[in-house]
């Protein structure tokens, strides 16, 4: 069964950091991933999508990449603004979506 | 707009109470999800529909019940089997690459 593993659960930056994000999962063979943005109380929000065959992805001062052979994303958040405050989850399918758990992150003016 | 809408946004349950969460979508899409958020967990899939008039469990199925009778609405009911519902609730629809949220329901028992 696939999991999906999100470090850190948490982070704090100061505004103007750039910062990683990262995810792991177990199975390689997935069609795809997810990175999803939920503010607290709300629902999620994606903000990019990689296909398999892609090794990254880039909307604004978001980067996502995906090394499928080694199980791994990383979302790459440029110049990091208050914001980008809230909880980053990413989601691999495999026919099924499987979630990790989110990383809670807080940008500090 | 096309998107996914949830009601209500807060939803209260005495114990022994069946409740019924509402999910729309106009996004055209066939299949539909319904997932349960703890907090600092991941998101546990409870159902799913690939069309309508068909659904299957997901991974905590137990005190849960749904049905697909249009395309557009996927209603969750909670009943009184399910122990601990105290939860946020989100629901979802896909195409065949990109999944889409609902704002969620936040259910609390009383």
């Not at chain 1, 892609?54 to 978001?62: A, F, K, M, P, V």
């Not at chain 1, 052979?69 to 990383?74: E, I, K, Q, V």
Request: charged content about 20%.
């Amino acid at each position: 069964k696939q999991e999906v593993t999100q470090i850190p659960a948490a982070l704090s930056v100061p505004e103007g950091e750039n910062l990683v994000l990262n995810c792991s999962f177990t199975d390689s063979a997935i069609y795809n991933l997810q990175w999803f943005r939920q503010d607290p109380g709300k629902g999620l929000t994606s903000l990019l999508l990689i296909q398999s065959s892609q090794r990254e992805q880039t909307s604004g001062r978001l980067n996502a990449s995906l090394d499928k052979s080694s199980g791994r994303s990383t979302l790459y958040i440029a110049a990091s603004q208050p914001g980008d405050s809230a909880t980053y989850l990413c989601a691999v399918n495999d026919n099924d979506m499987r979630f990790g758990a989110g990383t809670r992150l807080t940008v500090k003016p | 707009d096309g998107g996914i809408t949830q009601s209500p946004k807060y939803l209260f349950r005495k114990e022994g109470q069946n409740v019924t969460l509402s999910c729309e979508q106009n996004l055209n899409h066939d299949a539909m999800y319904w997932y349960r958020q703890d907090p600092g967990q991941g998101l546990r899939l409870i159902y799913y529909s690939q069309i309508v008039n068909d659904f299957q469990k997901g991974d905590i199925a137990e005190g849960y019940s749904v049905s697909r009778e249009k395309k557009e609405s996927f209603p969750l009911t909670v009943t009184s089997a399910q122990k601990n519902p105290t939860a946020f609730y989100l629901c979802a629809s896909r195409t065949y690459n990109e999944q889409f949220f609902g704002p969620g329901t936040r259910l609390t028992v009383l």
